[in-house]
């Protein structure tokens, strides 16, 4: 790979006085300095397809400059996990010569290879909190590797982003505008004893791509309904079912022991806008966003779909009121002290499926395939739907040594496909 050129974006319009404070709401200060990563492939179909030309750089940069107007925060800089100065420094933006057809990429679609086509390592120094790497292919084709800092925007303010990026590159009108409350909506709060990085492991997690189609995960479905033996369930969604087979699975499969001083955490990553009251707009930006835990039992492991499920369950109106009141930062120090010295074992769930993936285009087509990188959380399971819906993909972290063992157990072989469309 070759940087052509490297250059600096800034807002279209200056950020006017008032807005140049942001302050972090406490759901922002919790994140882990990293970056909310994706890459979107979009093959040169035709002839009439070429997107190595300075047309397109130079549409890409201006929609990119005006859209950061509006989105003023991702153009400034953090200052001591506090507030962001919205000081219009601007973003980068790489142009970059990869010396390899779309096709090879999109045969191997290995989470540790979509690193090189984004401008930031996945936990980066945060100098910048937002930047675009134009990735352009022998065969024509591009990738387009958008990184957000997690410390200003969920997964969720993500794609907003990038929606409304791409609608500016249309020439769309009348667009809503981003609405940046989170602090109003969280007030930021004393965080003694905890620190964003403990989660980050630097060396020794590898991340693999496991497909599960919709034939595999109605036969969980069916096998949850026959274990529990009655019809006055509620029907269970695939990421509960998913989420409880998976870590199941990585338990048996690695052997990990149920010790007396030792608590199992499942943790479901979710989006809190529809939930609050009165509800908020998918246009709230920022880490709108709490963590459901589930502590499993030691009973069978369909049974732990069920506690999933009332675990969600209980994170309503009610709860996240308690959450805007500060109600639960006085545990957040311990909890985190808890899982470094071993005493709680996390797993963590996030589910991007639903989520307008393919929806956001710049005039040439949806992308053919579209991916996040690896990610440094032991234990970090990501859901997506496939290209295709018909199916789902688990990108699934762990240890080198635990992934040996968990890729080669026998009853996850059964249920997974070969490849995903």
Same mark, same amino acid.
């Given at each position: 790979?070759?940087?052509?050129?490297?250059?600096?974006?800034?807002?279209?319009?200056?950020?006017?006085?008032?807005?140049?404070?942001?302050?972090?709401?406490?759901?922002?200060?919790?994140?882990?300095?990293?970056?909310?990563?994706?890459?979107?492939?979009?093959?040169?179909?035709?002839? =009439?397809?070429?997107?190595?030309?300075?047309?397109?750089?130079?549409?890409?940069?201006?929609?990119?400059?005006?859209?950061?107007?509006?989105?003023?925060?991702?153009?400034?800089?953090?200052?001591?996990?506090?507030?962001?100065?919205?000081?219009?420094?601007?973003?980068?933006?790489?142009?970059?010569?990869?010396?390899?057809?779309?096709?090879?990429?999109?045969?191997?679609?290995?989470?540790?290879?979509?690193?090189?086509?984004?401008?930031?390592?996945?936990?980066?120094?945060?100098?910048?909190?937002?930047?675009?790497?134009?990735?352009?292919?022998?065969?024509?084709?591009?990738?387009?590797?958008?990184?957000?800092?997690?410390?200003?925007?969920?997964?969720?303010?993500?794609?907003?982003?990038?929606?409304?990026?791409?609608?500016?590159?249309?020439?769309?009108? =009348?667009?809503?505008?981003?609405?940046?409350?989170?602090?109003?909506?969280?007030?930021?709060?004393?965080?003694?004893?905890? =620190?964003?990085?403990?989660?980050?492991?630097?060396?020794?997690?590898?991340?693999?791509?496991?497909?599960?189609?919709?034939?595999?995960?109605?036969?969980?479905?069916?096998?949850?309904?026959?274990?529990?033996?009655?019809?006055?369930?509620?029907?269970?969604?695939?990421?509960?079912?998913?989420?409880?087979?998976?870590?199941?699975?990585?338990?048996?499969?690695?052997?990990?022991?149920?010790?007396?001083?030792?608590?199992?955490?499942?943790?479901?990553?979710?989006?809190?806008?529809?939930?609050?009251?009165?509800?908020?707009?998918?246009?709230?930006?920022?880490?709108?966003?709490?963590?459901?835990?589930?502590?499993?039992?030691?009973?069978?492991?369909?049974?732990?779909?069920?506690?999933?499920?009332?675990?969600?369950?209980?994170?309503?109106?009610?709860?996240?009121?308690?959450?805007?009141?500060?109600?639960?930062?006085?545990?957040?120090?311990?909890?985190?002290?808890?899982?470094?010295?071993?005493?709680?074992?996390?797993?963590?769930?996030?589910?991007?499926?639903?989520?307008?993936?393919?929806?956001?285009?710049?005039?040439?087509?949806?992308?053919?395939?579209?991916?996040?990188?690896?990610?440094?959380?032991?234990?970090?399971?990501?859901?997506?739907?496939?290209?295709?819906?018909?199916?789902?993909?688990?990108?699934?972290?762990?240890?080198?040594?635990?992934?040996?063992?968990?890729?080669?157990?026998?009853?996850?072989?059964?249920?997974?496909?070969?490849?995903?469309?």
């Amino acid at each position: 790979m070759e940087v052509i050129s490297r250059k600096i974006i800034k807002p279209s319009s200056p950020t006017l006085d008032h807005l140049r404070h942001y302050q972090l709401s406490f759901t922002d200060q919790l994140c882990p300095p990293v970056y909310n990563s994706f890459v979107f492939f979009y093959p040169a179909d035709d002839a =009439d397809t070429k997107f190595d030309n300075l047309e397109i750089l130079e549409q890409l940069q201006q929609s990119l400059s005006s859209v950061l107007t509006h989105f003023y925060p991702l153009a400034g800089r953090l200052k001591d996990n506090i507030y962001v100065d919205c000081n219009d420094g601007g973003v980068p933006f790489l142009r970059v010569r990869v010396k390899c057809k779309l096709v090879h990429v999109l045969e191997s679609r290995e989470p540790g290879e979509l690193n090189k086509f984004l401008p930031f390592e996945f936990d980066g120094d945060h100098e910048f909190l937002s930047g675009v790497q134009f990735n352009i292919f022998e065969c024509g084709g591009i990738g387009i590797g958008l990184s957000i800092s997690h410390k200003i925007s969920d997964i969720f303010s993500f794609f907003v982003f990038f929606k409304s990026w791409a609608a500016t590159f249309r020439g769309e009108p =009348d667009q809503e505008r981003p609405q940046f409350e989170s602090a109003t909506l969280f007030p930021a709060g004393s965080l003694l004893g905890y =620190d964003p990085r403990n989660a980050i492991f630097k060396t020794n997690i590898v991340a693999k791509r496991f497909f599960f189609s919709k034939s595999s995960i109605e036969a969980l479905i069916a096998k949850y309904y026959k274990a529990r033996n009655t019809e006055k369930l509620q029907r269970p969604s695939p990421i509960d079912v998913l989420s409880a087979f998976l870590w199941s699975r990585i338990v048996a499969a690695t052997m990990v022991e149920w010790k007396a001083d030792t608590v199992h955490e499942l943790v479901h990553y979710m989006n809190l806008r529809s939930i609050m009251c009165p509800p908020r707009s998918e246009y709230s930006f920022g880490n709108i966003s709490w963590a459901a835990k589930t502590v499993p039992s030691m009973g069978e492991g369909c049974n732990l779909v069920s506690q999933i499920r009332e675990s969600i369950k209980k994170v309503d109106s009610e709860y996240v009121k308690t959450l805007q009141g500060g109600g639960m930062l006085g545990s957040v120090g311990e909890q985190v002290q808890r899982v470094a010295r071993g005493e709680v074992v996390r797993f963590t769930f996030t589910s991007l499926c639903g989520l307008p993936i393919y929806e956001a285009h710049f005039g040439w087509g949806k992308p053919i395939w579209a991916g996040s990188p690896s990610l440094t959380f032991k234990n970090q399971i990501v859901f997506t739907d496939t290209v295709s819906g018909e199916g789902i993909e688990a990108k699934v972290h762990l240890t080198e040594e635990d992934m040996v063992k968990f890729q080669d157990d026998r009853e996850l072989l059964e249920l997974v496909a070969p490849n995903a469309s």
